[in-house]
């Protein structure tokens, strides 16, 4: 990114040597603001001055990453005036790879004469698609920072970079640029250990960044646009409770302090399972502290899985840690599933729900756009099945009104932004600590189910808004003179956060504090670091498979399991039973672990075997507003027709009525249609055929949304069909032909990219006698040498520890 004259991302940005395809509009030069000015000016110095560069931009501007990398290019091709140069960007989100393709140099699209390109497992660079006019450059995209070895300039996604990721590319890359969205983000000391600079903006500076730079050149933004910018720095922050006391509030804060002793007992262990099982448990409250539903309402929204994470087992499994603990762990752990106990039992009545209910009808009462921010996308669900069902809320809240999780906005998949005004349902995760300091909108409420969340909250969002603030002035004291640039004015204000509680006013400031400080975490001992170390979840925002198995009671925290040796020293312990994605010969399916062999080739999603393959898939294609809705019609299509078996219906009756419609099946067997009832199949192949079922067993509620339903059915087998080839190609090393390998040709969006967290592994040996480990190592792909510690109890603190 090294600039000399005209040959700035700055220079090629404002001058229009960087454009951008407008729906609708056609090629336009970027219209950049102030905000974009100083942010491409920032990198343009320190990549003079050869430094490492940190941005610390508290909005969920997704396309930032790729519009930077696109910028490096046009400002190499500029001044070397050659078109060999390259360019690497990391980043896990999919929509990067569609905004690259509607960039251009001048009125040339930049992907025909640079292709995009990915890097495989073994670092090797591979061009996805076929461009028109290929020359050397690549655009390298890729979300697995281990595989970057050095590909030009270096431009990194914070979503993309764990605890610990970035020192080894700061030791053999000067020329590097990390964006996060959080103050709090622990590869900021990296940066400043390496001798690099952080330049950090906060809600009050946008409010001056948001002038067009050259008003009459203003045709669309860089980095994030002029509405978003306005309307964060003037947003209005209010944290809102029931002023009686609650129980949900006061069982959250009981196991609130329950998980801060189970910590203190536990800190200073290297072992890995008790690790897990705290963050497990430390995600469990999160889950609950978001939720506004009822638990049962929650746990009917999640995909079942033998590592999902069910609210109702929550008690269970840290009983089942507890029995297999002892001394004060035991102890320790036995308190924080009362506290569980406690919290479920409370959140049966929903104190929160009634607030969100009151505010989506003041909201559809202005005719305003609001969004609602909850957990995760079972909680999504949940929580928008509920609005539904409410008597209270007006028909059509949905038209202006969207529920979203946590991790869509802030990974920027939410669009339409800013909105008018904001629900967050509770407290969130230090990850996303910036949404609630600088949210897009301009007006902000978060729910609380007491006083004392109330004041979690309103601490979060005051203590986010000064860290922000204090790097903003550190921006400007140290980094700007650091690398040479214009002096940046520091407006500094205090955070405007109230707290309400029904009528009762009280500012954050004045919010009584708990005996541990931190809003974020109850505990003093890093979990995060511990797991990096040890190459397990890195963001406190992930949700952490559960440290045991069973329910209802009948939890364990060890369980047998086989293991299974891979070509490159690797190994993995498996569940029986748990289901792989396997190759053997021509046959590429899904199977039970136990039917491995040797030579079978197993694909793995994030060096693990604990998400479903085309689950990922569908969920990270879901990140593109085009798909946002496939996993939930096709959830939706699965859950109707399951519906059948309990109906009275038998599968020749439903035949019968579907040969009989005045527009006929083609489908001659019954048992076609048991295959959709069991799950057993991706549903019909003529998407006509869900109108039919539907019209057969008389659902109205399929029937209304069997258009819709239909399409994503057909999308989803299109997708099965193309990965199945590209994983067999990828195994031969045969190419698969362009045009095969697109699953959206509007989008440019192929298997590969789809596929990049999928790493395929040869099995050389099968240990098919079990053995007993703990159940948090299960699905995780390790070292052979790692299998026998975990075969033998490890102790914690000179404890006797079972896990």
């Not at 004469?113 to 890729?142: C, K, M, Q």
């Not at 509620?701 to 819709?708: D, I, N, S, W, Y």
Request: hydrophobic letters at 45%.
């Amino acid at each position: 990114m090294a600039t000399k004259g005209w040959s700035g991302l700055s220079d090629v940005v404002r001058r229009g040597k960087l454009r951008r395809r407008v729906s609708g509009v056609g090629v336009r030069k970027f219209g950049a603001t102030r905000f974009d000015v100083e942010l491409l000016e920032a990198v343009d110095a320190a990549s003079a001055r050869e430094v490492p560069l940190a941005l610390v931009i508290p909005l969920p501007a997704a396309d930032t990453p790729i519009a930077l990398g696109a910028a490096s290019l046009v400002a190499q091709i500029v001044r070397t005036s050659s078109l060999d140069v390259t360019a690497t960007v990391v980043s896990k989100r999919l929509s990067q790879r569609a905004a690259y393709d509607q960039l251009y140099i001048d009125s040339h699209r930049l992907s025909d004469f640079i292709p995009r390109a990915r890097l495989t497992a073994d670092g090797e660079v591979e061009v996805v698609g076929g461009p028109v006019r290929d020359r050397a450059g690549r655009l390298i995209l890729t979300s697995d920072m281990d595989r970057v070895s050095g590909h030009g300039a270096l431009v990194v996604d914070g979503t993309a970079a764990d605890v610990g990721d970035l020192e080894p590319r700061l030791r053999r890359c000067r020329d590097l640029v990390y964006i996060t969205d959080t103050p709090f983000d622990s590869n900021l000391d990296a940066i400043r250990e390496a001798g690099g600079v952080v330049w950090a903006f906060d809600p009050p500076s946008f409010r001056d960044l948001a002038a067009p730079f050259n008003p009459s050149e203003a045709t669309g933004e860089f980095a994030a646009s002029s509405e978003l910018l306005h309307a964060t720095a003037m947003a209005a922050r209010v944290v809102r409770a029931p002023e009686a006391a609650a129980s949900l509030d006061q069982a959250l804060s009981g196991t609130w302090k329950a998980l801060g002793r189970l910590a203190a007992v536990t800190s200073g262990s290297e072992n890995l399972a008790m690790t897990h099982a705290v963050r497990w448990a430390w995600g469990v409250l999160s889950t609950f502290s978001l939720s506004v539903t009822t638990p049962a309402s929650y746990d009917a929204c999640v995909r079942r899985g033998p590592f999902s994470v069910l609210l109702g087992d929550a008690t269970s499994h840290a009983r089942a840690v507890s029995r297999q603990s002892a001394g004060a762990t035991r102890d320790a752990w036995a308190m924080v599933a009362d506290g569980f106990a406690d919290i479920y039992e409370a959140a049966r009545e929903r104190p929160k729900f009634a607030l969100v209910q009151d505010w989506v009808r003041e909201e559809a009462r202005q005719r305003g756009t609001g969004v609602v921010v909850t957990r995760n996308q079972a909680a999504v669900a949940a929580l928008t099945a509920d609005l539904d069902e409410s008597p209270l809320v007006p028909h059509g809240w949905a038209e202006r009104i969207r529920v979203v999780s946590v991790r869509d906005l802030a990974c920027g998949r939410v669009s339409g932004l800013p909105v008018s005004s904001m629900l967050i349902t509770g407290p969130l995760p230090r990850a996303h600590a910036s949404l609630l300091a600088a949210p897009a909108a301009t007006r902000l409420l978060v729910t609380a189910a007491g006083e004392w969340e109330a004041g979690r909250a309103a601490r979060q969002a005051r203590t986010t808004f000064l860290a922000l603030a204090e790097l903003r002035a550190k921006t400007a004291t140290e980094s700007a003179v650091r690398l040479g640039t214009h002096p940046i004015v520091v407006r500094p204000i205090d955070p405007d956060v109230v707290v309400r509680l029904d009528t009762t006013v009280v500012k954050a400031a004045d919010v009584a504090r708990d005996v541990n400080d931190s809003p974020w975490e109850p505990f003093g001992l890093d979990v995060l670091k511990v797991l990096a170390r040890t190459g397990a979840v890195a963001s406190d925002a992930a949700e952490t498979p559960p440290p045991a198995r069973g329910g209802d009671g009948d939890s364990t925290a060890r369980v047998d399991a086989i293991t299974v040796e891979f070509a490159d020293g690797r190994a993995m312990l498996m569940d029986p039973n748990d289901v792989v994605y396997r190759k053997r010969q021509k046959n590429t399916r899904q199977v039970a672990a136990k039917s491995l062999q040797v030579g079978d080739v197993v694909a793995l999603v994030d060096a693990a075997a604990r998400r479903n393959l085309f689950d990922s898939i569908i969920d990270v294609l879901s990140e593109l507003p085009t798909y946002a809705p496939l996993a939930a019609l096709i959830a939706f299509w699965h859950e109707r027709v399951a519906r059948v078996s309990s109906s009275g219906w038998t599968y020749r009756e439903i035949l019968a009525a579907m040969r009989g419609n005045a527009d006929p099946t083609t489908i001659t067997s019954e048992q076609t249609i048991g295959t959709w009832v069991r799950g057993n199949s991706e549903g019909p192949e003529d998407a006509d055929d869900v109108r039919r079922f539907a019209e057969a067993v008389r659902d109205t509620e399929l029937l209304r949304r069997a258009g819709p339903v239909g399409k994503a059915l057909c999308t989803n087998r299109t997708i099965h069909r193309t990965v199945g080839r590209w994983l067999s190609g990828q195994i031969t090393g045969a190419r698969m032909d362009d045009h095969d390998a697109l699953i959206d040709p509007a989008l440019g969006i192929h298997v590969a990219d789809l596929l990049e967290a999928v790493t395929l592994h040869r099995v050389t040996a099968v240990q098919a006698k079990p053995v007993r480990v703990p159940a948090s190592a299960i699905g995780v792909l390790m070292e052979q040498s790692a299998i026998p510690a975990l075969t033998t109890p490890q102790l914690a603190r000179g404890e006797r520890s079972l896990i």
